[in-house]
């Protein structure tokens, strides 16, 4: 297996396996929205299903749908389809940040302020990020279109990373409660962030060769 086909198959399983988390537990709130057997050790899913079954909904395809964008060979063979799947993979996004933006208006002090500050930020920078990837598509100017999709994508996929670095305080320090723990959960997006921006700097002196070459 040559090196393009190797990352044409890991960096989506990858991203999936990322999103394992999260995704799961989206699936399992939509399940309890719609029989209604919301579990005792979830007060604000029974308080306010809809919100919390918007985010649900929107975390699913985003989780979901977003690794199969990534896959540059389905890009290739399949142009239709990304399209279509980035148009869902688009609404989504916009559902998830705004049902985020939404639930944070409805619980303001359900974590410490900078966390609280960070969902803010993160909601209205994938409101921001989104967008402006379809106007980069739209007007055919696709490394612009790349770029903000990274972006876009490790921002709400950072809820992946959450998961995993939270696994560690978890083990070694406990319930995951209080400022600490709101700090790491931070973490995640910072994270992605900083891989994000490396990816996006990696692919830079590889396309200035293509358009010498090709100019
Ligand atoms: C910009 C990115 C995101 C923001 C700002 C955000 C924001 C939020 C907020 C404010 C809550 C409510 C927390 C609370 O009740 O205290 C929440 C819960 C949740 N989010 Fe997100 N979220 C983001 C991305 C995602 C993604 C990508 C997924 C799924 C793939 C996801 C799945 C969930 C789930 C399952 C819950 C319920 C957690 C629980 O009940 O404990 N979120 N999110």
């Given at each position: 297996?040559?090196?393009r086909?190797?990352?044409?198959?890991?960096?989506p399983?990858?991203?999936?396996?990322?999103?394992?988390?999260?995704?799961?537990?989206?699936a399992?709130?939509?399940?309890?929205?719609?029989?209604?057997?919301?579990?005792?050790?979830?007060p604000?899913?029974?308080e306010?299903?809809?919100?919390?079954?918007?985010?649900?909904?929107?975390?699913?395809?985003?989780?979901?749908?977003?690794?199969?964008?990534?896959?540059?060979?389905?890009?290739?063979?399949?142009?239709?389809?990304?399209?279509?799947?980035?148009r869902?993979?688009?609404?989504?996004?916009?559902?998830?940040?705004?049902?985020g933006?939404?639930?944070?208006?409805?619980?303001?002090?359900?974590?410490?302020?900078?966390?609280?500050s960070?969902?803010?930020?993160?909601s209205?920078?994938?409101?921001g990020?989104?967008?402006?990837?379809?106007?980069?598509?739209?007007?055919r100017?696709?490394?612009?279109?790349?770029?903000?999709?990274?972006?876009?994508?490790?921002?709400?996929?950072?809820?992946g990373?959450?998961?995993?670095?939270?696994?560690?305080?978890?083990?070694?320090?406990?319930?995951?409660?209080?400022?600490?723990?709101d700090?790491?959960?931070?973490?995640?997006?910072?994270?992605?962030?900083?891989?994000?921006?490396?990816?996006?700097?990696?692919?830079?002196?590889?396309?200035a060769?293509?358009?010498?070459?090709?100019?």
């Open positions: 297996m040559n090196r086909s190797w990352t044409d198959i890991a960096v399983a990858g991203l999936l396996g990322l999103g394992v988390i999260p995704v799961g537990f989206s399992a709130i939509i399940t309890w929205s719609v029989t209604g057997a919301i579990p005792a050790d979830h604000r899913l029974a306010t299903p809809l919100p919390f079954a918007a985010h649900a909904i929107g975390g699913l395809l985003f989780g979901l749908l977003g690794p199969v964008q990534f896959a540059p060979r389905m890009r290739e063979r399949w142009p239709g389809f990304h399209r279509a799947s980035g869902v993979f688009v609404g989504a996004g916009l559902l998830l940040a705004i049902s933006l939404w639930l944070l208006a409805l619980y303001p002090a359900s974590a410490t302020w900078p966390l609280q960070g969902r803010l930020l993160m209205a920078a994938l409101l990020c989104l967008p402006l990837a379809v106007r980069a598509a739209c007007g100017d696709i490394q612009s279109h790349r770029d903000w999709m990274i972006r876009g994508y490790a921002i709400g996929i950072a809820a990373t959450q998961a995993l670095v939270l696994f560690p305080y978890f083990l070694f320090i406990g319930e995951p409660k209080g400022l600490w723990s700090l790491v959960l931070l973490s995640g997006w910072v994270i992605n962030l900083a891989v994000a921006e490396c990816a996006i700097r990696r692919a830079a002196p590889r396309r060769t293509a358009l010498m070459a090709a100019g």
